[in-house]
């Protein structure tokens, strides 16, 4: 084995300091002692501590850059240990930010921070020297924010750090004594020693948050005492320097036998905090594995004290058995290596997560791993590398490959591996999931769409023989929420395209199948739901491209479904207002187009058929629209037609899944635009040059362009 595959990674974690620019200033030496050097020196070799300090900031910023923040820290696999929230200082300015919008702006962000399920401590604006020159700032109305601070972190069950009074305190105050630096004071007392402006700490001032900080990890997050984490890399003594891989870059703390079990990140302590906060006891009896997902399962706890209890009296080797429904496994069953395998997984991982929340990746390697004859496994994780790469448009390139390795060649194996068992038998969660990733393979190929149908009927099937119909399944099967996940923003999408799809309710999508006869629906039933479908998502930016995609295009098909149905059962009129009017069509598109005009063609691509149909029911309405009205004359510099044009472009752009829908729209366009206006139909050769996208979204060379801001029709 070369050195360099040896070699593992170094990841550091860290403290965040988060806040306006007294945070900012908070490794400035000047004053001869601050927070963050004094907090570097109390974590060396253990945490790394980031001030992210902004000067002249307000929640009001704060609010729209804490996600980005966030990310931005985590993205190299450090994890957030420890986060402070020291915002109010300028907020609680005259004529600056509102109590009440302070209130939300604060409970939103930190919110943000405790749904990542990062360990925050709130800290509220301290004094004001009134008698500095400093415009707008009032000691009294920083204690009505420092108060509201208080509420928030009591409300949300997070620790708060009260400057205000401890500042006030450290002057020898009692109740009663008049306020230092408060104007009119008459005491004598000053805050030069706290203060060095009238708003900035000075080196004591910053000692005292030190001290507050320090006692509340104490307090609150013991398993954060510096004496209860690990360095980063073996002590010196510990270093063999005649075989300095093994010994620096090898040497990661082992996981004891309970975050082994559950495939979680194990800090090294003895008890580890997983234990402590678990009430398990932390052993290291069991072999070695891979870190995994972190939600910890009633299924896990179990598994954790039956092994503890075996390990403990003799070393079990695993061993793996196949069902009796199962064939014996070919001799060579993985045709496809492991290495080359993991490739579609991990991008499936990467980039495909947010629109499949089914499966974790890295588990799924480590189950490969770990049972290599399994070919329920095998095929599951196959199917999935094939769906995955049809999405995506890829291929695998490996040193091992003779040749790049497409989508079909892992379906084909997915399949050819199905056949060596009877998966009907024993039904499975793997084999329900490989006839539902074999649906999204076929359901991207031309002329494939009956073998789709016969795949997500089969995972239906498999489904209802699982009982997954059936609510009584669920809570005879009860799995703790993994509230601590590791892609928060995947599961933002997840609950926001729940909620979306759940607005209608079930009566408005009945009436699209064969039972809709049976369903009635109001005209006032149908101006509910459009008013709902019009609100705003909550948290939408939390989610990534790819599933803003797919909130943003469903939300505006269902409304084209409901304008659709509300004119064929005769509530829509010419005259009538908004919702039931015949141009009502073309608010919907431009919604639509003012947000999906802003992401790559790429973020839509990755869907699938199921986007062109929606995409092509919004263009589809608003042609139906015009057509009800082709008098209609536009004085609008975007109007109907150019509006339907700018949709069908971006439509036509997409690669092409259903002839019939295109064709139909085709017609239509024909008849509206004329056929000199038309877009041209997907030509690889032609459709760079006629549909281009740059950093600000589509750009459509030879069509309108659309302004930031839509007119409505009016």
Not at 440 to 445: A, D, E, V
Not at 640 to 654: C, D, K, N, V, Y
Request: hydrophobic share 40%.
């Amino acid at each position: 084995m070369s050195i360099r595959s040896e070699i593992a990674k170094v990841t550091v974690d860290k403290i965040l300091l988060f806040g306006d620019s007294i945070t900012e200033m908070s490794y400035n030496q000047e004053f001869g002692f601050n927070i963050a050097p004094a907090l570097q020196h109390e974590y060396f070799r253990k945490l790394q501590v980031v001030a992210r300090g902004y000067g002249g900031y307000t929640t009001e910023h704060g609010r729209y850059i804490v996600g980005p923040t966030l990310d931005a820290e985590e993205a190299g696999g450090s994890i957030i240990r420890l986060m402070t929230i020291f915002f109010g200082t300028n907020d609680a300015s005259v004529d600056a930010v509102p109590l009440e919008r302070f209130t939300v702006n604060l409970t939103f962000i930190a919110k943000m921070v405790v749904e990542r399920q990062i360990p925050l401590i709130i800290v509220g604006p301290a004094l004001i020297n009134e008698y500095v020159d400093v415009p707008g700032k009032v000691t009294m109305r920083n204690l009505e924010y420092s108060n509201a601070a208080s509420k928030v972190a009591s409300e949300l069950g997070v620790p708060f750090i009260d400057l205000w009074h401890a500042f006030l305190e450290s002057k020898g105050w009692t109740e009663g004594d008049p306020i230092p630096g408060k104007r009119g004071d008459k005491s004598g007392q000053t805050l030069d020693d706290l203060l060095s402006d009238g708003v900035h700490f000075t080196g004591k001032g910053y000692k005292l948050w030190y001290d507050l900080l320090l006692q509340t990890i104490r307090d609150r997050y013991p398993e954060l005492r510096t004496e209860k984490l690990s360095t980063i890399l073996p002590h010196i003594f510990d270093v063999d320097n005649s075989d300095l891989p093994a010994t620096l870059l090898t040497m990661p703390t082992p996981a004891c036998d309970c975050c082994n079990i559950r495939k979680v990140k194990c800090h090294g302590d003895y008890p580890c905090a997983r234990c402590i906060n678990n009430g398990l006891t932390c052993t290291f009896l069991r072999r070695r594995r891979k870190s995994g997902p972190r939600g910890i399962r009633q299924g896990s706890m179990l598994k954790i004290w039956e092994e503890q209890t075996v390990s403990a009296l003799l070393a079990m080797e695993e061993t793996h058995s196949i069902g009796p429904h199962m064939l014996e496994p070919v001799p060579d069953l993985h045709q496809i290596p492991l290495t080359v395998l993991s490739i579609p997984l991990r991008m499936y991982g990467d980039k495909l997560y947010g629109i499949w929340p089914l499966l974790n990746a890295e588990n799924l390697i480590q189950r490969l791993e770990d049972d290599p004859n399994n070919p329920e496994i095998y095929a599951l994780a196959t199917a999935l590398s094939g769906a995955t790469l049809s999405n995506l448009n890829q291929v695998i390139v490996h040193e091992s490959l003779l040749e790049p390795l497409a989508a079909e060649s892992f379906i084909t194996e997915s399949k050819r591996v199905r056949s060596t068992f009877d998966y009907m038998e024993s039904v499975t969660l793997n084999t329900t999931l490989t006839s539902y990733f074999l649906h999204i393979f076929y359901g991207r190929q031309p002329l494939r769409t009956q073998t789709a149908i016969f795949y997500i009927r089969e995972a239906i099937t498999f489904a209802q023989l699982f009982g997954m119909h059936i609510e009584d399944t669920y809570s005879r099967h009860p799995i703790k929420d993994q509230q601590n996940e590791e892609t928060p923003e995947v599961i933002s999408g997840f609950l926001n395209l729940v909620t979306l799809f759940s607005t209608p309710g079930t009566d408005f999508f009945s009436k699209w199948t064969s039972h809709s006869a049976n369903v009635s629906i109001n005209r006032e039933r149908l101006l509910l739901i459009q008013h709902a479908l019009q609100r705003p998502l909550e948290n939408l930016d939390c989610s990534n491209d790819i599933q803003k995609v797919d909130i943003v295009v469903s939300q505006h098909w269902m409304r084209s479904l409901a304008w659709k149905l509300s004119i064929q059962l005769g509530y829509v009129m010419l005259n009538s207002k908004r919702e039931m009017n015949v141009t009502y069509p073309l608010e919907i598109a431009q919604d639509a187009l003012g947000e999906v005009s802003k992401f790559s063609p790429d973020a839509f691509e990755v869907h699938g058929p199921g986007m062109e149909v929606k995409m092509y029911e919004i263009a589809n309405v608003l042609a139906d629209s015009i057509m009800c009205k082709p008098e209609e004359q536009s004085s609008l510099l975007v109007g109907p037609r150019e509006t339907l044009q700018f949709l069908a472009g971006i439509l036509f752009s997409f690669q092409v899944s259903n002839p019939d829908l295109r064709d139909k729209l085709s017609s239509k366009l024909d008849v509206i635009l004329g056929g000199s206006m038309l877009p041209r139909g997907i030509d690889v050769a032609e459709e760079a040059n006629e549909f281009e996208y740059d950093e600000n979204g589509f750009s459509p060379s030879l069509l309108v362009p659309v302004p930031d801001e839509l007119p409505m029709f009016d």
